[in-house]
């Protein structure tokens, strides 16, 4: 028999009949009338090849065949109800569920990291587990393995929901004894030795080959490039904390996030300073699985985490 072919209205209608033993008081009980409920008998007795109710002794009265069936259509039932239950509302304070996020260390520092201290203390069954980019590839976040990405991505896949977390502009940070706090212009900065800092989108990145300007390097050295200018980079690394303890070098200065600059400045004697040219801010994204889109864990998740990027000030 082909499921398809089966009204199952027809299954809640022979829990009923069997249940009042009676065509009128089943009608009555769901709200059909007595030739509706009579036709839905006759249905019911093809679909089964069987009488299902017969009458005796003035009641109608189930078969073997009917009484067989009513704790298999009972658990059909119930089945059925639970499936089309709408979903609970979260609650962080009860739930017991980990979310997947991934970010580099200057939104995990910046974000992820205090977001996560005040969601613990109120909610202890919320765990995290925080990824880096290399750890994640593009079938991850399709598959909806990964809760959010976040970071400033070059592309970003269609497929995918996103919302902007915060814009970030850029600044020096350097050593108190750095010469470029004497002389903050252009020509200043270009006689100093550099820190490239540069973790983007997802996946495995390729290693820096050259510094001529043929290979494009990040947000930074295309506004350089936009002046004809280059820099002198003596170290390249992906990670934001590391640029933290080469600044400790006097020679060294890096050019950062504000929000990351502000964060290391206020653990360490680093010194924050403007950057003498233009470059475009940061735009920070976060992007989703439309497999996760709906989920009620999730939605709470984005919608705290966007609300706790609201406080964090860019000053």
Same mark, same amino acid.
């Given at each position: 028999?082909? %499921?398809?072919?089966?009204?199952?209205?027809?299954?809640?209608?022979?829990?009923?009949?069997?249940?009042?033993?009676?065509?009128?008081?089943?009608?009555?009980?769901?709200?059909?009338?007595? =030739?509706?409920?009579?036709?839905?008998?006759?249905?019911?007795?093809?679909?089964?090849?069987?009488?299902?109710?017969?009458?005796?002794?003035?009641?109608?009265?189930?078969?073997?065949?009917?009484?067989? *069936?009513?704790?298999?259509?009972?658990?059909?039932?119930?089945?059925?109800?639970?499936?089309?239950?709408?979903?609970?509302?979260?609650?962080?304070?009860?739930?017991? %569920?980990?979310?997947? %996020?991934?970010?580099?260390?200057?939104?995990?520092?910046?974000?992820?990291?205090?977001?996560?201290?005040?969601?613990?203390?109120?909610?202890?069954?919320?765990?995290?587990? %925080?990824?880096?980019?290399?750890?994640?590839?593009?079938?991850?976040?399709?598959?909806?393995?990964?809760?959010?990405?976040?970071?400033?991505?070059?592309?970003? =896949?269609?497929?995918?929901?996103?919302?902007?977390?915060?814009?970030?502009?850029?600044?020096?940070?350097?050593?108190?004894?750095?010469?470029?706090?004497?002389?903050?212009?252009?020509?200043?900065?270009?006689?100093?030795?550099?820190?490239?800092?540069?973790?983007?989108?997802?996946?495995?990145?390729?290693?820096?080959?050259?510094?001529?300007?043929?290979?494009?390097?990040?947000?930074?050295?295309?506004?350089?490039?936009? *002046?004809?200018?280059?820099?002198?980079?003596?170290?390249?690394?992906?990670?934001?904390?590391?640029? #933290? *303890?080469?600044?400790?070098?006097?020679?060294?200065?890096?050019?950062?996030?504000?929000?990351?600059?502000?964060? *290391?400045?206020?653990?360490?004697?680093?010194?924050?300073?403007?950057?003498?040219?233009?470059?475009?801010?940061?735009?920070?994204?976060?992007?989703? #699985?439309?497999?996760?889109?709906?989920?009620?864990?999730?939605?709470?998740?984005?919608?705290?985490?966007?609300?706790?990027?609201?406080?964090?000030?860019?000053?």
């Amino acid at each position: 028999m082909n %499921i398809r072919h089966v009204d199952l209205n027809l299954l809640v209608y022979l829990n009923v009949l069997i249940d009042e033993q009676s065509v009128s008081k089943a009608a009555n009980k769901l709200a059909l009338t007595q =030739p509706a409920m009579s036709n839905a008998l006759k249905r019911l007795r093809d679909l089964f090849d069987d009488p299902l109710l017969v009458r005796a002794a003035g009641t109608m009265t189930p078969t073997a065949k009917a009484l067989s *069936l009513k704790p298999e259509i009972e658990s059909l039932l119930k089945m059925a109800e639970e499936i089309t239950q709408p979903s609970e509302v979260f609650d962080p304070s009860t739930a017991n %569920i980990t979310f997947r %996020i991934m970010a580099n260390d200057y939104l995990e520092s910046t974000l992820i990291a205090p977001f996560i201290t005040q969601q613990l203390a109120k909610n202890p069954g919320l765990n995290f587990d %925080i990824l880096s980019p290399s750890d994640v590839n593009l079938q991850d976040m399709e598959k909806g393995t990964i809760d959010l990405a976040i970071n400033r991505f070059n592309g970003l =896949p269609r497929s995918f929901h996103q919302a902007s977390v915060w814009r970030d502009n850029y600044c020096c940070l350097t050593h108190p004894d750095n010469s470029y706090l004497q002389k903050q212009n252009l020509e200043g900065y270009l006689a100093q030795e550099h820190i490239w800092v540069n973790r983007a989108g997802w996946g495995v990145e390729a290693a820096v080959t050259n510094k001529s300007g043929s290979q494009k390097l990040g947000w930074v050295d295309e506004a350089l490039w936009q *002046l004809e200018q280059t820099r002198n980079i003596r170290v390249f690394t992906r990670h934001y904390m590391v640029a #933290s *303890l080469l600044c400790q070098s006097p020679q060294l200065i890096a050019t950062l996030p504000r929000r990351q600059a502000m964060l *290391l400045a206020k653990h360490t004697d680093l010194v924050i300073s403007p950057v003498p040219f233009q470059i475009v801010p940061i735009e920070v994204k976060m992007l989703w #699985s439309p497999l996760l889109h709906h989920a009620n864990p999730h939605q709470w998740l984005r919608r705290e985490l966007l609300a706790f990027a609201s406080t964090v000030a860019d000053r």
